[in-house]
């Protein structure tokens, strides 16, 4: 089927977005000792879990419009790609989360899954190199402002919201956190690899880099699909909803839904959706 998305590359969304902006970059600064010292959202307990026996997964660390999204199934190997591991998630089935965040930190990750998943699937078509080469420098270009850090801001901020179980092992937490953030920094990573393989033209590209560019954009989703699978299902769908609900408003196709347009908006997600713009921009 052929979605519609809006395009995350807009230059114009800085000007709007620039408090949460430096909000995640804040965060992205002093992530390690966030992971170190996880949130205050738990304590320490003296209830003991069963001990793991294998480490938690610790890997090493677009146009929204016009293109077809398409989930892709299965784990991404080779040239490279930083991907998830199959495996269930340690952390995931031993983090006892008391809270989750609000939808409105959510669902701009939500919309970054379907970019990335429409990125994907244009990488596949060489016809397409042409177009993905632009908007992905625009994506990369100004190194610690650039759209990059914005979503992986976005996210890391989404993961820092989460409450633990008061009764929580610290240790499980700060598994569970960095998980997430590595799935994240992963996906980004395998986006990047993306861009820097794409060739100056089209015709310059070999069979060897065809493929690993399609592979990159296949690892980049594998992750984003294995950050949301940490996260019931019944909150990935409020971030759905909200999402499908607002789309249609955007009547003029500029990517944005301004106050006029909410007008259009299911009067039950307005209170939602101008949290989210509160959160990171329109």
């Not at 240790?171 to 953030?181: G, L, N, S, T």
């Not at 909200?242 to 003029?252: G, M, S, V």
Request: with cysteine.
């Amino acid at each position: 089927d052929t979605l519609e998305v809006r395009d995350i590359l807009r230059q114009d969304r800085m000007k709007t977005t620039m408090n949460p902006f430096k909000r995640g970059i804040f965060s992205i600064l002093v992530v390690y000792v966030c992971l170190s010292d996880p949130v205050d959202a738990f304590s320490a307990s003296s209830q003991n879990h069963n001990q793991p026996t294998s480490p938690p997964l610790q890997e090493k660390s677009s146009n929204r419009r016009q293109f077809f999204a398409q989930s892709f199934g299965g784990i991404i190997s080779g040239a490279g790609i930083l991907v998830s591991n199959p495996t269930p998630s340690l952390a995931s089935s031993t983090a006892r989360v008391q809270q989750w965040p609000g939808v409105e930190y959510l669902e701009p990750v939500y919309e970054f899954q379907l970019s990335l998943q429409a990125i994907a699937e244009a990488a596949k078509d060489e016809s397409q190199y042409a177009s993905l080469q632009p908007r992905l420098e625009k994506f990369f270009k100004g190194n610690i402002w650039s759209e990059r850090n914005l979503y992986a801001g976005i996210a890391l901020t989404y993961t820092t919201q989460i409450k633990y179980d008061p009764n929580e092992i610290q240790e499980y937490a700060r598994m569970d956190q960095q998980e997430r953030f590595d799935l994240m920094e992963n996906a980004l990573d395998n986006l990047q690899s993306l861009y820097t393989s794409l060739p100056s033209s089209p015709d310059a590209a070999t069979e060897k880099n065809k493929q690993d560019i399609s592979d990159f954009g296949s690892g980049a989703t594998a992750c984003m699909r294995r950050w949301f699978a940490l996260i019931p299902a019944a909150e990935v769908e409020r971030a759905k909803e909200l999402y499908e609900a607002t789309r249609p408003a955007d009547a003029n196709k500029d990517g944005k839904v301004d106050l006029e347009e909410l007008q259009a908006v299911p009067e039950e997600y307005r209170a939602l959706w101008k949290k989210r713009v509160d959160f990171a921009g329109v």
